[in-house]
């Protein structure tokens, strides 16, 4: 995964963003911890790994890569938010726990960072995250041409004022 490209692809997303609502001087790094922590129960919610009463099967994996991208778009903002725009290596060593217990992880890394904004919790939650991508069976190629798609409608959705 082109994390470079990434970050600038969503560089210039963030700053369509900001200069169309006037937000340029406005601090975002609280609303966008919260929007991942949203997008995240958005995706748990399409995976439905913890709906232990339903015998609903999970969403396609179409909808769950866009969900899941989702997230991608709002760690890389947060990236942006903090200075960490680099290309980085994560090890994603397999866990032998549930899919629940990997996004119960990921809400704790969130945590984490939401309380130091530091490097050091930026790159766990990244971490984190791509470790759940995993899980969920994407491979780096698919997370990169999902992010990539995403954006393009994220940017299609700005000039018709969404």
Same mark, same amino acid.
């Given at each position: ?16 963003? +900001?200069?169309?609502?006037? /937000? @340029? %001087? ?6 966008? *911890? #919260?929007? $991942?922590?949203? =997008?995240? &129960? ?17 969403? +396609?994996?179409?909808?769950? /890569? @866009? %969900? ?6 709002? *760690? #890389?903002? $947060?990236?942006? =938010?903090? &200075? ?23 809400? @704790? ?54």
């Amino acid at each position: 995964m082109n994390l470079l490209k990434l970050f600038e692809m969503q560089k210039d997303l963030d700053s369509k963003i +900001e200069k169309q609502h006037g /937000l @340029e %001087e406005e601090p975002l790094l609280e609303k966008k *911890i #919260l929007a $991942l922590l949203v =997008e995240v &129960g958005e995706l748990a919610n399409e995976t439905r790994c913890f709906k232990f009463w339903s015998l609903k099967p999970p969403a +396609e994996t179409s909808v769950i /890569l @866009e %969900e899941y991208v989702d997230g991608i778009h709002f *760690i #890389l903002s $947060l990236g942006i =938010e903090i &200075g960490m725009t680099e290309s980085y290596e994560f090890e994603l060593f397999d866990e032998e726990i549930s899919l629940t217990a990997h996004f119960v992880h990921v809400y @704790e890394k969130i945590a984490q960072f939401e309380k130091s904004h530091s490097e050091e919790h930026y790159l766990e939650l990244f971490q984190q995250y791509l470790l759940l991508g995993k899980v969920l069976g994407f491979s780096a190629e698919e997370i990169e041409a999902a992010y990539v798609k995403k954006n393009e409608v994220n940017h299609d959705r700005q000039k018709q004022g969404y």
